[in-house]
């Protein structure tokens, strides 16, 4: 069985700020990670994954994250935030084949950017 | 089509009501998810079905709820004797099996249940 946990429902930031938006995870079996936002009434849209290899990943929209396999995390990054990034962000785990293979998230950071 | 498409964008039904709420994956994916996002709950796992295999139906929360997917495409997920709490966001997911690492979401079904 896999969880994840999003210590932070909200994140306040000003534009053209740094952000990090931590995710830990929990897992008896090796797993994939994901990142993905949702913008207001819309679907969800993948951020970035790691799969294996080099730990720090890089997604779309400036967006980056780093796998620390020692301490089980995958925290969101991104040096310098706009407006448009306000939206809420679910980090999510999922083992490699078969009923593993279902996507287990955590309850979601909302981004909220302000001027 | 481009993506993974469903239908109706938003359902209100009284409750008591059964409802069905349909999917279209995307083209060649083998691998169809079904998700619920609530306030209450979050995104949570309902079903997963895997080509011909029997589906993992282990994130469905009652007996009202079950789902099929015909000819190895187009899903249906069935609520019947809807109620209050099943008010929530539906998710439909597909990815090819075993390349498929990346779930690709459409936009969600809005069920509201009066």
């Known amino acids: 069985a896999q969880s994840v946990t999003q210590l932070d429902s909200q994140v306040p930031v000003f534009e053209e700020a740094p952000v990090e938006l931590r995710c830990n995870y929990s897992s008896s079996v090796s797993v994939y990670l994901f990142w993905y936002v949702q913008y207001p009434n819309q679907g969800l849209q993948l951020l970035l994954k790691?799969?294996?290899?080099?730990?720090l990943v890089k997604g779309i929209n400036g967006f980056e994250a780093e796998f620390n396999k020692s301490q089980t995390s995958f925290h969101l990054r991104k040096p310098s935030v706009h407006i448009s990034d306000t939206a809420e962000y679910f980090c999510?785990?999922?083992?490699?084949?078969?009923?593993?293979?279902?996507?287990?998230f955590g309850t979601g950071t909302r981004l909220q950017v302000t001027l | 089509g481009a993506g993974v498409s469903q239908s109706p964008s938003n359902k209100v039904t009284e409750k008591g009501k059964d409802v069905e709420l349909r999917c279209d994956p995307i083209?060649?994916?083998?691998?169809l998810y079904w998700y619920r996002q609530s306030l209450g709950q979050g995104l949570e796992f309902l079903i997963y079905?895997?080509?011909?295999?029997?589906?993992?139906k282990s994130g469905l929360p009652s007996d009202r709820f079950s789902a099929e997917r015909t000819g190895g495409s187009v899903s249906t997920l069935t609520i019947q004797r809807t109620q209050q709490e099943d008010s929530a966001v539906y998710l439909c997911a597909s990815s090819f099996r075993d390349r498929g690492e990346t779930q690709y979401f459409g936009p969600g079904t809005r069920l509201l249940v009066l």
């Open positions: 999510a785990v999922r083992g490699y084949t078969g009923t593993a293979s279902k996507l287990t």
């Open positions: 083209s060649g994916h083998t691998a």
């Open positions: 790691y799969l294996s290899g080099s730990t």
């Open positions: 079905f895997q080509g011909n295999s029997a589906p993992d």
